[in-house]
């Protein structure tokens, strides 16, 4: 079975230092991935999503950038990071086909920026 | 545009109890729906899902929920409440033509009391 591997589950960064949060994937091929943050309380944003290797799109204008060097691999990154960066984030995958599989996640990682 | 709204942030029942927590979406296109939990610093399950075919869908743990085009509504159910339901619950949808990317509500966090 398909599953999501993210770390680290928890990081405390200061304001201004970068960021790099990584996924990687199992069991599957050629996943549609995505990265979502959800704040306290708060639903899910999705803040980037990749079709394809070196493919990324982003859904909100923000401190944050994603990239996809392999297939099964997924990162999100940050050169100075803001409070406003504070929060859960999780990566996902979708299946290519059937698109409505629904997502797998990972187990997510609680940034707290200070 | 695709979206969801779920009403009641906060759900409490007792156990063994009817469970219902409400859902209604908004889609241009025939929707993909599901219903997803999470528990306290952990990512999303999938619970269930609705893509085509029989509109009463069965998932994990006892739950169901019933697709209902005229009302535009995904409501979740489950007959008898158990203290380990006790989660967030998060109702999303997805459109086939778009890239597999789900919008989530914002959430009703369910409390069972013994």
């Known amino acids: 079975s398909q599953t999501i591997h993210q770390w680290p589950a928890t990081l405390v960064q200061p304001v201004g230092s970068p960021l790099s949060l990584e996924c990687t994937v199992e069991?599957?091929?050629?996943?549609?991935l995505y990265w979502y943050r959800q704040a306290a309380g708060r639903g899910l944003q999705l803040l980037f999503y990749s079709v394809g290797i070196g493919q990324i799109s982003s859904e909100v204008p923000q401190n944050l950038s994603a990239s996809r060097p392999q297939d099964r691999q997924f990162i999100l990154s940050s050169k100075k990071l803001l409070l406003s960066d504070s929060g859960f984030y999780l990566c996902?995958?979708?299946?290519?086909?059937?698109?409505?599989?629904?997502?797998?996640f990972g187990s997510g990682t609680r940034l707290t920026v200070v | 545009a695709q979206s969801v709204t779920q009403l009641g942030s906060h759900v409490s029942v007792s156990e063994g109890a009817l469970v219902l927590l409400r859902c209604n979406y908004s889609?241009?296109?025939?929707?993909?729906l599901f219903w997803y939990v999470q528990y306290p610093n952990q990512g999303l399950q999938l619970l269930l899902k609705?893509?085509?075919?029989?509109?009463l869908v069965k998932g994990i743990n006892g739950f169901e929920a019933e697709f209902k085009k005229s009302e535009t509504s995904f409501h979740l159910t489950k007959p008898s409440a158990h203290m380990s339901d006790a989660a967030e619950y998060f109702c999303?949808?997805?459109?086939?033509?778009?890239?597999?990317?789900?919008?989530f509500g914002d959430g009703t966090t369910l409390t069972v009391k013994p």
């Open positions: 996902a995958l979708n299946r290519r086909q059937p698109r409505y599989y629904g997502y797998t």
């Open positions: 889609s241009s296109v025939p929707p993909y």
């Open positions: 609705y893509t085509t075919g029989a509109t």
């Open positions: 999303a949808v997805s459109e086939e033509t778009n890239a597999g990317k789900s919008t």
């Open positions: 069991g599957t091929s050629n996943p549609n």
